[in-house]
């Protein structure tokens, strides 16, 4: 029975430990370089459920008295937004940029790889001008696919700031939403809080 108790404490000690001297993620671009901040993504980014000028996008702007460009599509995939990449992002002089996309592939039923094979691509693309990338991701749990943890992986391995669930306490409460998928007013605030939050060391 001592012998027993030895181990289990020894073990706790152990975890303990790596908890407490674990290395967090780094993150590719703490200091950035170029010059605007771009929310890329889906009808999340473009505001569909909004009022005029209440989208995430417009509030960030409001939070921290900067001037953001909306880049947002709705029905927008991983794929169509890797087509216009170029055009939407990298030729905007990008130092943060903001990511809500994977929501419509999950809709669709495109396969993860194929939609985390394009993500990444998009978020290499973006670093390698030397901006930081900040993801939105989404994770419905059951209904997920594994996407909740396709996005941790992958900004774990590229080193980009991970929101693990944009959609957290907001999907399925109607107070908060404008309809079954997208946000109100008052759920974008919070959606924009949350990205406060994340780019405010960067800033």
Same mark, same amino acid.
């Given at each position: 029975?001592?012998?027993? #108790?030895?181990?289990?404490? /020894?073990? /706790?000690?152990?975890?303990?430990?790596?908890?407490?001297?674990?290395?967090?993620?780094?993150?590719?671009?703490?200091?950035?370089?170029?010059?605007?901040?771009? @929310?890329?993504?889906?009808?999340?980014?473009?505001?569909?459920?909004?009022?005029?000028?209440?989208?995430?996008?417009?509030?960030?702007?409001?939070?921290?008295?900067?001037?953001?460009?909306?880049?947002?599509?709705?029905?927008?995939?991983?794929?169509?937004?890797? #087509?216009? &990449?170029?055009?939407?992002?990298?030729?905007?002089?990008?130092?943060?940029?903001?990511?809500? &996309?994977?929501?419509?592939? &999950?809709?669709? !039923?495109?396969?993860?790889?194929? +939609?985390?094979?394009?993500?990444?691509?998009?978020?290499?693309?973006?670093?390698?001008?030397?901006? /930081?990338?900040?993801? !939105? !991701?989404?994770?419905?749990? #059951?209904?997920?696919?594994?996407? !909740?943890?396709?996005?941790?992986?992958? @900004?774990?391995?590229?080193?980009?700031?991970?929101?693990?669930? #944009?959609?957290?306490?907001?999907?399925?409460?109607?107070?908060?939403?404008?309809?079954?998928? %997208?946000?109100?007013?008052?759920?974008? +605030?919070?959606?924009?809080?949350?990205? %406060?939050? +994340?780019?405010?060391?960067? /800033?």
């Amino acid at each position: 029975m001592k012998k027993i #108790i030895v181990l289990l404490s /020894l073990g /706790l000690v152990v975890f303990l430990g790596y908890r407490l001297f674990q290395t967090p993620p780094k993150i590719t671009n703490t200091n950035p370089s170029g010059e605007n901040i771009v @929310c890329f993504g889906d009808s999340l980014t473009s505001g569909i459920g909004a009022t005029i000028s209440m989208d995430y996008p417009s509030q960030l702007s409001k939070m921290i008295s900067k001037p953001i460009i909306n880049a947002g599509v709705p029905g927008a995939t991983t794929a169509k937004a890797l #087509i216009r &990449l170029e055009k939407d992002v990298l030729s905007q002089s990008p130092r943060i940029v903001l990511i809500t &996309l994977g929501g419509n592939d &999950l809709k669709n !039923g495109v396969p993860r790889e194929m +939609a985390f094979h394009n993500l990444r691509i998009i978020v290499k693309s973006i670093q390698d001008q030397g901006a /930081l990338v900040v993801v !939105g !991701g989404i994770d419905m749990d #059951i209904w997920g696919k594994g996407f !909740g943890k396709a996005y941790k992986e992958l @900004c774990s391995e590229l080193g980009a700031v991970l929101i693990p669930n #944009i959609f957290k306490g907001i999907m399925g409460n109607p107070k908060l939403m404008s309809d079954r998928i %997208h946000p109100n007013d008052e759920g974008y +605030a919070i959606m924009a809080q949350r990205f %406060h939050e +994340a780019i405010k060391p960067y /800033l």
